[in-house]
């Protein structure tokens, strides 16, 4: 199966994505940069629509916004969720964000809530969001520190194995990688904010967190391991978070990084 085919069933499959904290934490990008009524926008792998929804209603009936994500079932669910609340102003697009192609200069804005690192080549990506932008605009995105959902215990546990698994949140996992990436790209006045939506779990929970094989990543070597190792990986993998333990649990990172960065 191929890395697009992975993710598009693995999304397919979420149909029960939208709760509180997905939706609180998608939306938390307004608080740092928020289209203007009139202004058009685009939602990169909008899923259920969470922040299209939102930039319809702030951009009014004068403005307008366009969803794009490649998972049918997410977009059936941002379909019902529109018609829901009567929003005549968005269009939701079947496409892959890397092959997608509008006109150049169109947009005010560019969101992609919890989406970008699942991009195999980011810079062409910023570049392409780059040259989408009217001058002016900006792009909103969230990525994760690269030790979010014990990444670094999962590669790790892995590498004890002999096996080197790419860290999907290292390419923007940490401010300095994030800022480089933007410049490159051309863009200016960028802001980073962190924010920590870590907790401490029980063991158990920690463990379970991680089953030794999944992982979306396009060069995942744990597909063609054999059940045997994958279970050594997952045992090394459930030592090392067991060695994490303190009296208040294991910590589980979840420190997201709310980026906003300007065509001027
Ligand atoms: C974690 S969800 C985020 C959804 C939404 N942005 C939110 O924050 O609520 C990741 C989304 O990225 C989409 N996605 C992944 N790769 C994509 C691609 N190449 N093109 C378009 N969408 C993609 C998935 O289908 C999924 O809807």
Redesign the pocket.
Known sequence: MTY?QE??DF?NARTN?DNDA?FN??ITLFDYATPFPGQSVL??????G??AIEAAKKVGTSGSVIG????TE?LKIAQQKIQAENLSNIELIE????IYEPESNQFDAIY????LV??PNIPTILGNWYRFLKSSGFIAFTCSSEDSYSALSIVEACAKHGITLPNLHEPLGTPERIQYLLTQAKFNQIEIHSRQLGTYLCLEKAQSRWNGQFWLHIDNPLRELKPEKISRIKASYDDKIAALETEEGVWHEELIYYVVARKV
């Not at 794009?68 to 998972?71: E, Q």
């Not at 992609?112 to 989406?115: D, I, L, T, V």
């Open positions: 697009k993710v598009i999304y994505y997905t934490r998608a939602d990169v792998a909008t899923g259920t969470n922040i794009i994500d490649i998972a997410l496409v892959d964000a890397q992609c809530s919890y989406a699942l991009f």
